[in-house]
């Protein structure tokens, strides 16, 4: 699902209300790319998945729903950069990628 329109509709500071009324505020970040060499070529898909949850929001609210998703105790926003860019949805679905290019050049 995408998330883009529930931020749209809500803002970050209010999107963490969609699970009031749920136990559970686990949630699954997904990330995928896909290569495909043109034409007649079936797409690669290399995709990446981070397990956290959903909570207020913390940190900068400047980049989607960073503040709002929690990941080992901090959320994206609360984390340095390159620190999230180790764990995160994107940067594992990328390193995928980059792995397969490095093997296929």
């Not at 329109?5 to 803002?11: C, I, M, P, S, T």
């Amino acid at each position: 699902m995408c998330i883009k329109w529930f931020l749209k509709a809500l803002g970050v500071q209010q999107f963490h209300k969609l699970l009031a009324g749920f136990e559970d505020k686990s949630a699954q970040a997904v990330c995928t790319f896909a290569y495909c060499e043109g034409p007649g070529h079936e797409p690669i898909v290399f995709q990446g998945r981070t397990e956290g949850k959903i909570v207020s929001a913390r940190g900068p609210t400047d980049f989607g729903w960073d503040a709002c998703f929690e990941y080992e105790g901090q959320t994206y926003a609360e984390m340095p950069k390159e620190e999230k860019n180790k764990i995160s949805h994107r940067g594992r679905a990328l390193a995928k990628l980059v792995e397969w290019l490095k093997q296929e050049v």
